[in-house]
T-cell receptor
């Protein structure tokens, strides 16, 4: 079955640091890949999506590139802010399917 | 922005109790989902539906029932609640399924004592 692995369970950075959260997936076919963000007390929110090899998704300064060769969709941001502190989820879904598979989540804490 | 509303926001019950969690979406979406969120496990799919009267089993369905009464309303039922079902529950909706974005509610925190 499909699976999504986020390497980092927790990441702690200072403001203006560079962020990388690693996401690798295992799935048949050509799934769509997603990043969601969850702020305290809220439900997850869609950040962005990519659906084909080498496609870059981006939003709010975050970006990730679909890499079918390495089965990866790593999240990056050049300069984090304290307001980016949240839990980030990588996910995959098939266009003809109904189920979205989530990774375990990465808690990002940004110190002022 | 699409709206998904869950109720209640918090619920406390005892072991063996009967609990119903409610979810309403006003997006005219076809798909609705129930997830549970636990530390160390992320988001896990309990049940989902692609229309009124339809129900599909998710990845962690044991101990849960669900019912989709209308296009808008999706309920999660715990008929004999156990402490292992203490969790944060999220409802979500989507127009065409897993290839497009999901819209989540704010969650229901359930404690089973």
């Amino acid at each position: 079955g499909d699976s999504v692995t986020q390497t980092e369970g927790q990441v702690a950075l200072s403001e203006e640091d560079f962020l990388t959260i690693h996401c690798n997936y295992s799935a048949s076919g050509y799934p769509a890949l997603f990043w969601y963000v969850q702020y305290p007390g809220e439900g997850p929110q869609f950040l962005f999506r990519a659906s084909r090899d080498k496609e870059k998704g981006s939003s709010r300064g975050f970006e990730a590139t679909y890499d079918k060769g390495t089965t990866s969709f790593h999240l990056r941001k050049a300069s984090v802010q304290e307001s980016d502190s949240a839990v980030y989820y990588c996910a995959l879904g098939h266009n003809a399917g109904a189920k979205l598979t989530f990774g375990g989540g990465t808690r990002l804490t940004v110190r002022p | 922005e699409a709206a998904v509303t869950q109720s209640p926001r918090n619920k406390v019950t005892v072991t063996g109790g009967n609990v119903t969690l409610s979810c309403r979406q006003t997006n005219s979406h076809n798909y609705m989902y129930w997830y549970r969120q636990d530390t160390g496990h992320g988001l896990r799919l309990i049940h989902y539906s692609y229309g009124a009267g339809n129900l599909q089993i998710g990845d962690v369905p044991d101990g849960y029932k669900a019912t989709r009464t209308t296009q808008e309303d999706f309920f999660l039922l715990l008929e004999l609640a156990s402490p292992s079902q203490t969790s944060l529950y999220f409802c979500a909706s989507s127009d065409i399924g897993a290839g497009e974005r999901l819209f989540f509610g704010h969650g229901t925190k359930l404690s089973v004592l």
